[in-house]
């Protein structure tokens, strides 16, 4: 078996451009390097081209009119714009908002913010599986409510929340309703003409594009408005001022018309892989799979090792790139929020692994992978006076442990 | 079809070195930053790298620079960032600041502050004598931009900074259109705040970066991941940080010998452009090398920018961000200009792949179209 390490298990935290986005990007970089906003020459209005040609890509992917998509800089921009864009425009109506625990830190961030402003915030528990429960949603409704923001797909566990029920109950209640939607594209079919979805935020990095664009769905019909956050020069209809980067635009268009043709043949090789990476790893005795095994999209397995130190376990395995706990925390030690709210303890929070797997990821690798694991777990183990006493029958939950 | 490219100020060709220095980063290198595999240190390492030679470009510290995706999101992060965190307060800036600049600042003035213009005179220099009164109130923030990017003309940065520093001002610097085009130095502007931009100097779009003292609280404008020590949440760009830091590195030597050759073409460009009766605004005071901003009695700047685009030539009419509009320049408006006048604006901005002969060309082509819309106009009438 010959597989080239370190294995790249993170495609949640970013996927690499795929050969043909790259292809298609060069050329605007190069030749075709106008200015979109530039309407005195062919340079800018090649560029502008360029960049309506990528708009509509983007909006058939996820079944939206391309005057609905406003390009920003990435995901977390659009979380930021959605957000408190939506909540100051409307914030005459209520300053209550609700979002959920197990956010991504773009989404959790910008509502704590607001929160110093003077709105109200209730960050939903979710059940132990990860998912939203849609009457614990109900009952967080106020009369002042404006905006609810919840992910389509968790970046740490992959767990694909019922976004057209809270949705529904969004629109009965008429409160503006945001969805992260930066780990769902290519992963989950999304139909903005059937979803009850106002606004939705898409990142092009986590779907084969490069770094550093994303975009943001405004509803039309029934219209959304916003605040914009960034002003200047009045681009993207004055939502989103500055000059635009044609091809990372282009890059974004074409990753997210790939996404579209291939993402269902893709998806069940992925399907394939994680289910192959699974039955491997639950060879291994205390292993527990973090989320919901079925309402979760088939690119993440997020695994906690039981009796196995999380540091240890990182430094461990070093041949495959993955993740504990998500990217963007990964810089503290912290155990990961969104393990901690679906009630993980804290040992198994840090003993958790994040495999993601994608387009490229093969077969070899996950054999790889699981061998590997078996083979660290134990060693790990062995080195483990817990594991010891678990084997020993030891109750460790029940141990009086000797303050030090 | 244009070929010939006279419109730097509005974004430039990416240097061939610079695209080799983005491409590994767009394709094999993909990690990100954040990640503590060795994808992401090494993606980390890239960023760091850019951030010395960003740094190095403009005589900073390498810890003074936060990344953003470009000029654009800079200034509102100074604006917003600096005069948001000090409560409602005075901001001042000039008339002829770049509405990434006076934008956020009436966005701010809505919400309770108050703004303060610095007039230019006719020439389009900011007016000092102003700045000492404006100033007892009390001030959050001033900014004044380096070079603007309509007329190219500079402005006296260093010595609005030293008066605004007298009365604990903060000072907040717009170098997106002087950087690569005459030696830009942080330190010796005396400045807390300066903004740059990737794509003016042949770097890719998607890419710039504030370049803050930092003593100076600021609030962020994007929450999120924490990158860029909090102060700019969100993945970031590598490649196009990469190629901004490897623009950076080639700026030194270009000042060497660039800013002389293009100030000749320019100065042959505007001897023709006097001799076809062209007025040139602020021809008289120093401006940046590459910029020339002027009109034509009685021809509409649209008609003759579009014309010109037929037969090869990119030329602007106003800045690129606000060509959407057929207003009369605001900042033409700002200097006095008659709106008749001021319509008819037209600006080159050379740059590194202009030649002589390409003005040469331009200026034949440029008395041909005058004359052509003169004897149209006279039709007409």
Known sequence: MTVKTPIYLDYSATTPVDPRVAEKMIPYITEFFGNPASRSHSFGWTAEKAVENAREEVAKLVNADPREIVWTSGATESNNLAIKGAAHFYSGKGKHIITVMTEHKAVIDPVRELEREGFEATFLQPEPNGLVDIEKFKAAIRPDTVLASVMFVNNEIGVIQDIEAIGNICREHGIIFHVDAAQATGKVAIDLEKLPVDLMSFSAHKTYGPKGIGALYVRRKPRVRLEAQMHGGGHERGLRSGTLATHQIVGMGEAFRIAREEMELENARIRRLRDRLLAGLQEIDEVYVNGDLKQRVPHNLNISFNFVEGESLIMAVKDIAVSSGSACTSASLEPSYVLRALGRSDELAHSSIRFSIGRFTTEEDVDYTVALMKSKIGKLRELSPLWEMHQEGIDLSKVEWAAH | ?381
């Open chain 2, 1 to 381: 079809m244009s070929s010939t490219y006279f419109d730097h100020n509005a974004t430039t060709a990416l240097d061939s070195r610079v695209l080799e220095s983005m491409l590994p980063f767009m394709t094999a290198q993909h990690g990100n930053p954040t990640s503590r595999h060795s994808f992401g240190r090494h993606a980390r390492s890239a960023i760091e790298r850019a951030r010395e030679q960003v740094a190095d470009a403009v005589n900073a510290h390498p810890s003074q620079v936060i990344f953003t995706s470009g000029g654009t999101e800079a200034n509102n992060l100074a604006v917003t960032g600096i005069a948001g965190r000090y409560g409602a307060s005075q901001i001042v800036v000039s008339d002829i600041e770049h509405p990434c600049i006076s934008r956020p600042a009436q966005a701010l003035q809505q919400r309770g502050w108050k703004l303060a213009v610095l007039p230019v005179d006719r020439h389009g220099v900011v007016q000092e004598s102003g700045v000492e009164e404006l100033l007892r109130t009390e001030t959050s923030l001033l900014s004044v931009m380096l070079a603007n990017n309509e007329t190219g003309v500079l402005q006296k940065v260093a010595g609005i900074a030293a008066i605004a520093r007298k009365h604990g001002v903060t000072v907040h610097t717009d170098a997106v259109q002087a950087l690569g085009k005459m030696r830009v130095d942080f330190a010796e502007l005396n400045v807390h705040a300066m903004t740059l931009s990737s794509h003016k100097i042949n770097g890719p779009q998607g890419a710039g970066a504030l370049i803050l003292d930092k003593r100076i609280d600021i609030e962020p404008v994007i929450h999120g991941g924490g990158q860029e020590k909090g102060l700019r949440s969100g993945t970031e760009n590598v490649a196009a940080i990469v190629g901004f830091g490897a623009a950076c590195e080639l700026l030194n030597a270009r000042l060497l010998q660039e800013p002389g050759r293009i100030r000749q073409m320019r100065e042959h460009l505007e001897t023709g452009l006097k001799k076809l009766g062209a007025v040139i605004f602020g021809a008289e005071v120093e401006r940046l090398p590459n910029t020339s901003f002027f009109a034509f009695n009685e021809i509409e700047g649209e008609t003759l920018v579009m014309a010109l685009d037929r037969k090869g030539f990119a030329v602007a009419s106003g800045s690129a961000c606000s060509s959407d509009s057929s207003e009369p320049s605001a900042v033409l408006l700002a200097m006095g200009v008659e709106a008749d006048l001021a319509k008819g604006a037209i600006r080159t901005s050379l740059g590194a792949g202009n030649s002589a002969e390409q003005i040469d060309s331009f200026l034949a082509v440029l008395a041909g179209e005058i004359a052509r819309l003169r004897h149209l106009t006279a039709v007409a009438v």
